[in-house]
C-alpha cells in the first residue's frame, strides 16, 4: 500500500506528513509528531487514555485509522495547557488530588473538558455518564468527579477563582496539610514521560514470541529465518543467558526466555530487537518452535494429588509453599462451642488492569553497565538477580525507575528486564520493548484465586472459641510472590480477633495457569474475606449484631496475635465505634432486614444509577413546551 | 419491590512493610542553596503520592516548603537503598528514613548557626524558610544559613537508614513477630440489589482506617477510594476466566472494569493511632483500604435479598441465582409447615 499524506491541523499548526495507511491516529500523533500526552492503555477503545479532539468531538485516538485526520483539527492533551498555563479544568485536578499515577489523567482531562464544553452546568451524575468511556485504576474516580464539579461551579461563577489555589497550612505545619501534589501539574499536562514514551537514539524495538501451550518440552528452536531478515539487529533465548539464569520475587524459578520447557501460555521464548516494532513482529514469524506437549494441570487441587503432572523439577508435589499456624488445641475448643459453622469460600483470579502496559529500555553506557529504565516497583531486588544472570558485578547492573502508570503489585516482577539486557548486550544499541494490552494480561500475574474452607466454633454469648481455616491457591506456572502471599494470607487471615484455638494452613501451588503474584492486599483480601463473611453468618444464627459480634472478640491494646507476637496500642474498637457512628448504624442481627431498616439511603450514598434517565426526565420537562 | 437496599460491615487488620523479614529503607539529605534541600532515596511514585509526602516530610523537619524540596532519585546507581515500592511500607520505612537524614543535616547547619549566634544549638529554631533562636532576636533567612554554612567549610547533609525488628515465622507453629506496626479498619458498605435482574449497586461506604499519623489527609483519602473501588471489582464484575490454559478475557473488552458510573460515594475516616517505635507516628494505607470492602458489600447483598455469596463475583447471574435457590428453600419450608 502506498503512503498517505496527512494534511491537518494539529494543536492549532498546519502539519503535511507522510503516514502509513495502517497507522492509527495513536501512532501519528505520538510516534510520528512526537505528542506523547495522551498514552495507549488497551488499544480496543475501553480506557479512554488516549482520548483526542477530532474537529472538536472526543474520540478514541485508538480507534481512528490516521486517514480520518485529512484535513481535520486535531487536539491533544498538549493543546489544553501546560506546566505554569494549565488551563482551569487542569489546575482543579491538581487542587483536587484527581491524578495518583497519572496516566489515565490526560484522557480524563480530554473527557472532563469535553463534558463541560457539552454542558457547562453538568450535574455529578451527567459528568459519570460523560466520563464513562474513560478508565482509572488508582483513584476510585471520586476526586476526578471533585475536579470536574471545581472547574464547572469556578466556571459558571459560583465559585471564586481562589478555590483553585494552594491551601498554606496556618501553623506552617507541613505534616497533616493538604498540600497539593508536587507531581500534578506534569500529569495532568501529559508532559510527564513514561517509559512507553521515551525514545533513545538508534533505539531497536523488541518483541517477544510466547508459547501457545500450557505446558510442552521445547524440542528445537530456530531462528535462522529471522536472523536473515533485513531489519532484525539481533535475536535472543535461554541458551543467550550468561551467568544462573531465573527470577522470582521469594524463589527464583523463572527463566528470562523458556528454558527446555513452557509452563503456561504466554510463558516468553524468543525476543527479537529490530529496527522498527512491525519488523520484529514479522521475524516472529520466522522462527520455528518444535513442542513436544506435556499433560497439563489447571486446578490446583488436581495439582496436589500424587501422580499429577510436575511442573518444576524441585516441587515434585507442586507445592510452592504451606504456611502454617498453630495456636491451642481446636479439637478441644470446637468441644466447647454452641455453635459450629462450616463454610467454603472462594475468589477468583484478578487483573492488576493498571492503566501503563509494561515497558522499558534498556542500554549498555559507554562504561559497560547495563542499565534498565522501566516501571519496576522493586529497582533493588532486580539489580540484584539481573547481576546474577548476566554474571556481572552488582555495580555494572543499573536500575532506573521510571514513572509507574499504576503497579499495584503487578510490577514487582522482573518480567522482561532480563529480556532487555539480553537484547541490549547482543545488538549494543538501546533497545524498547512496549506490551501490548494483551500481552500485559496473558504474560504477567494475577491475583491469587483461592478456595478457602472455614470451620468455627463459638460460645452463645458469640465468643469464637476454635477455627480451622485451610486456603488452597492457584500459584500457576511460576513461584513469583506465592510464598509471601500465603504467609500474610495465613497470618492475617482469622481476623483482628482473640482466637485460643487456630489451625490455619495456606497452600500456594503451582499449575500451568497464568502464574499469580502480588497484588494489593496480598492474601489478605481473600482470607479476610472469608472470616469477615463467617462472622456475619455466625452472627445471625446467634442473634447478634455484627458490630457486636466482632467487639466480643476484638483485640485490644496488649493482645497477643495468632503468631504470639505482643502487640501494644490496637485502635480496632476505636475503628468500630467509628464507623458505626459515622454510617449511623441501626444496630441488630443480619437477617436480611434490608427492609426494615431505618439507616438507609441517607447522606453518603450516591444516587443509584439509572442509564439514561437524564434524557428522560429533559424529554419529559420539555414536553409541556411542546404542547404550549 | 424490584429494588432492595441493604448494609453490611466488615473489620480489617493489616501489618505495616514487610512481613516476617528485617525491612530496612535509607534515605540522604543535603540542605541546599537558597534554602531548598535535596533528598535522595531510591523510590519514585507509583501513583500513591509518596514524592509529595516525603516532600512534606523533608520540609517539616527543615522549617521549609515542600516545593523547596528536589526529591528522587529513582536510581540504583545514583540513591541509597529504599527498596520496593510495595507492602504498604512507603510512608512508614522512607518516610521516616527521610526524617532521619533530614534531622541530620539540619543538625549541621544548626550548629554552625548557633556558634555564629553564639547561642546553645539548642535554641535554634528552623520554621517558614528562616531559622531563629528563641530568646534573642537572632533571625536569618534559611538561604543565609546555607551560606553561612558553606563559608564555614561546611555542606549541611544528612544519610539516615530506618530498619525494623521483626523476625520470620517458626515453620511449625507460625510463632514470630512479622511486623512491628499494625493498622486496623472498618468499613460500611449499602448495597441496591435489583431483584429483577441480579445488578447489585453499591452507593455508599463508610471507611474507618488508623493510618498512625496522615502526613497528607488528602492523600490518604485518594488511597482509601481507590482501594475501595478496585476491591468492588473484584466484588461485583472482574474476572479473569482461563479455560484449559487459555485466558477467554484477553483485553480490556472482556475483563469488566469498574467506571465512574459504577463507584458507591465513599466517606473517610481517618483514625490516627501513632506509631511508637519510629520517629514520625506514621503507618500506612494502601493496602488495607481494599481488605474490608468485599464482606462488608457480601454481607449488605446478604441483608437486602438474603443471597449469601460466597464465590467471588457476585455477578448478576450469581446474585438472582442465590435469590432464587433462598425463594425455593422458603416455599419449602412452607410447604413442610
Known amino acids: ?628 | 419491590m424490584a429494588r432492595r437496599r441493604g448494609r453490611g460491615m466488615a473489620a480489617c487488620w493489616y501489618g505495616i512493610a514487610r512481613t516476617a523479614t528485617v525491612d530496612r529503607a535509607a534515605a540522604w539529605a543535603e540542605i541546599d542553596d537558597g534554602g531548598t534541600a535535596k533528598i535522595a532515596t531510591g523510590v519514585t511514585e507509583i501513583g500513591e503520592g509518596i514524592l509529595t509526602v516525603l516532600a512534606q516530610i523533608a520540609a517539616e523537619e527543615l522549617g521549609i516548603r515542600p516545593q523547596d524540596v528536589t526529591i528522587g532519585d529513582n536510581d540504583t546507581a545514583r540513591a541509597p537503598e529504599a527498596a520496593h515500592a510495595g507492602a504498604t511500607r512507603q510512608t512508614y520505612m522512607i518516610g521516616n528514613a527521610v526524617a532521619l537524614a533530614a534531622r541530620q543535616a539540619r543538625a549541621q547547619l544548626v550548629d554552625v548557626v548557633a556558634s555564629q549566634w553564639g547561642v546553645a544549638a539548642n535554641l535554634v529554631e528552623t520554621a517558614n524558610g528562616e531559622v531563629f533562636a528563641r530568646k534573642t532576636n537572632h533571625r536569618m533567612p534559611m538561604g543565609d544559613a546555607v551560606s553561612l554554612c558553606k563559608s564555614r567549610g561546611v555542606v549541611p547533609v544528612g544519610a539516615a537508614s530506618f530498619g525494623t525488628d521483626t523476625t520470620g515465622l517458626d515453620p511449625v507453629d507460625g510463632s514470630g513477630r512479622p511486623w512491628q506496626a499494625y493498622v486496623f479498619g472498618c468499613q460500611v458498605a449499602e448495597v441496591e440489589v435489583d431483584t429483577l435482574t441480579g445488578e447489585v449497586q453499591v452507593l455508599g461506604v463508610w471507611a474507618v482506617h488508623d493510618v498512625g499519623r496522615a502526613v497528607n489527609p488528602r492523600g490518604v483519602e485518594g488511597q482509601i477510594e481507590g482501594g475501595i473501588v478496585q476491591a468492588l471489582g473484584q466484588a461485583l464484575m472482574e474476572d479473569y476466566r482461563i479455560e484449559n490454559g487459555r485466558t477467554t478475557t484477553p483485553g480490556l473488552a472482556k475483563y469488566i472494569l469498574p467506571t465512574a458510573l459504577d463507584v458507591p460515594h465513599v466517606t473517610s475516616v481517618i483514625l490516627e493511632d501513632r506509631d511508637p517505635i519510629g520517629p514520625l507516628g506514621v503507618k500506612g494505607i494502601g493496602e488495607p483500604a481494599m481488605v474490608p470492602t468485599i464482606p462488608a458489600v457480601m454481607n449488605a447483598i446478604y441483608d437486602a435479598v438474603g443471597a449469601r455469596i460466597t464465590a467471588l463475583p457476585a455477578t448478576p447471574e450469581r446474585v438472582l441465582e442465590a435469590i432464587k435457590e433462598r425463594e425455593r428453600a422458603s416455599r419449602h419450608r412452607a410447604a413442610a409447615e
Open chain 1, 1 to 628: 500500500m502506498p503512503d498517505l499524506r496527512i494534511d491537518a491541523t494539529v494543536n492549532g499548526r498546519a502539519i503535511s506528513r507522510p503516514a502509513k495507511p495502517w497507522q492509527r491516529l495513536l501512532d501519528f500523533l505520538r510516534d510520528d509528531l512526537n505528542l506523547t500526552g495522551n498514552k495507549e492503555g488497551c488499544g480496543a477503545g475501553e480506557c479512554g487514555t488516549c482520548s483526542v479532539f477530532l474537529d472538536g468531538v472526543l474520540v478514541k485516538s485508538c480507534l481512528v485509522p490516521v486517514a480520518k485526520a485529512q484535513n481535520a483539527r486535531v487536539e491533544t492533551i498538549e493543546s489544553l495547557g501546560r506546566a505554569g498555563a494549565l488551563s482551569v479544568l487542569q489546575r482543579a485536578f491538581h487542587k483536587a488530588g484527581a491524578s495518583q499515577c497519572g496516566y489515565c489523567i490526560p484522557g480524563m482531562v480530554m473527557a472532563g473538558t469535553a463534558a463541560l464544553r457539552a454542558n457547562p452546568l453538568a450535574g455529578r451524575e451527567e459528568i459519570r455518564e460523560r466520563l464513562g468511556g474513560n478508565i482509572c485504576r488508582c483513584t476510585g474516580y471520586q476526586k476526578i468527579l471533585d475536579a470536574v464539579e471545581l472547574t464547572r461551579d469556578v466556571g459558571n461563577g459560583t465559585l471564586p477563582e481562589s478555590a483553585l489555589a494552594e491551601e498554606e497550612p496556618a501553623d506552617g505545619r507541613f505534616i497533616g496539610a493538604n498540600v497539593r501534589r508536587l507531581d500534578a501539574p506534569s500529569k495532568v499536562s501529559g508532559a510527564l514521560k513514561y517509559a512507553a514514551d521515551m525514545t533513545m537514539p538508534g533505539m531497536l524495538h523488541v518483541q517477544v514470541l510466547r508459547s501457545p501451550h500450557p505446558h510442552a518440552r521445547i524440542v528445537s528452536i530456530d531462528t535462522a529465518g529471522a536472523q536473515a531478515m533485513p531489519g532484525v539487529a539481533g535475536v535472543v533465548m535461554a541458551d543467550d543467558v550468561p551467568g544462573i539464569d531465573g527470577f522470582g520475587v521469594f524463589v527464583n524459578d523463572q527463566p528470562v526466555l523458556a528454558r527446555g520447557k513452557v509452563r503456561y501460555v504466554g510463558d516468553a521464548i524468543v525476543a527479537v530487537a529490530a529496527e522498527d516494532e512491525l519488523t520484529a513482529r514479522r521475524a516472529l514469524d520466522h522462527v520455528t518452535v518444535v513442542y513436544d506437549p506435556l499433560p497439563a494441570v489447571f486446578d490446583p487441587r488436581e495439582a496436589m494429588r500424587p501422580g499429577a503432572p510436575v511442573i518444576h523439577d524441585d516441587a515434585p508435589d507442586n507445592i510452592t509453599k504451606h504456611i502454617p499456624i498453630r495456636v491451642g488445641d481446636v479439637e478441644s475448643g470446637f468441644a466447647r462451642s454452641d455453635l459450629i459453622v462450616t463454610q467454603t469460600y472462594s475468589t477468583q483470579a484478578i487483573e492488576h488492569a493498571y492503566l501503563e502496559p509494561e515497558a522499558g529500555l534498556g542500554y549498555v553506557d559507554p562504561d559497560g553497565v547495563v542499565t534498565i529504565i522501566s516501571p519496576s516497583q522493586n529497582i533493588t531486588h532486580h539489580r540484584h538477580m539481573l547481576a546474577r544472570i548476566l554474571a556481572l558485578p552488582i555495580n555494572r547492573v543499573r536500575f532506573i525507575m521510571s514513572p509507574v502508570g499504576g503497579g499495584f503489585g503487578g510490577k514487582e516482577d522482573m518480567i522482561y528486564q532480563g529480556i532487555l539486557a539480553l537484547l541490549a548486550i547482543k545488538t549494543g544499541r538501546p533497545v524498547r520493548y512496549v506490551f501490548t494490552r494483551e500481552e500485559s494480561i496473558i504474560a504477567t500475574a494475577k491475583r491469587h484465586p483461592s478456595r478457602t474452607t472455614l470451620k468455627m466454633g463459638l460460645t452463645r454469648d458469640g465468643r469464637i472459641c476454635a477455627v480451622e481455616f485451610r486456603m488452597i491457591s492457584d500459584g500457576g506456572a511460576y513461584g513469583l510472590s506465592t510464598e509471601g502471599v500465603m504467609r500474610k494470607a495465613a497470618i492475617l487471615g482469622a481476623g483482628p480477633y482473640n482466637i485460643a484455638n487456630l489451625r490455619m494452613d495456606t497452600y500456594g501451588v503451582y499449575t500451568n495457569n497464568t502464574p499469580s503474584g502480588a497484588f494489593r492486599s496480598f492474601g489478605a483480601l481473600q482470607t479476610q474475606f472469608a472470616t469477615e463473611s463467617h462472622l456475619d453468618i455466625c452472627a445471625e444464627k446467634l442473634g447478634l449484631d455484627p458490630f457486636a459480634i466482632r467487639r466480643v472478640n476484638a483485640m485490644r491494646d496488649g493482645a497477643v496475635t495468632h503468631t504470639k507476637q505482643t502487640l501494644g496500642s490496637v485502635s480496632l474498637m476505636r475503628a468500630l465505634a467509628a464507623a458505626e457512628e459515622a454510617a449511623r448504624w441501626e444496630a441488630g442481627p443480619p437477617s436480611s432486614r434490608g427492609a426494615t431498616r431505618h439507616d438507609l439511603g441517607g447522606a453518603g450514598n450516591r444516587a443509584p444509577c439509572t442509564l439514561g434517565a437524564r434524557f428522560a426526565a429533559a424529554e419529559h420537562a420539555a414536553q409541556p413546551e411542546k404542547v404550549a
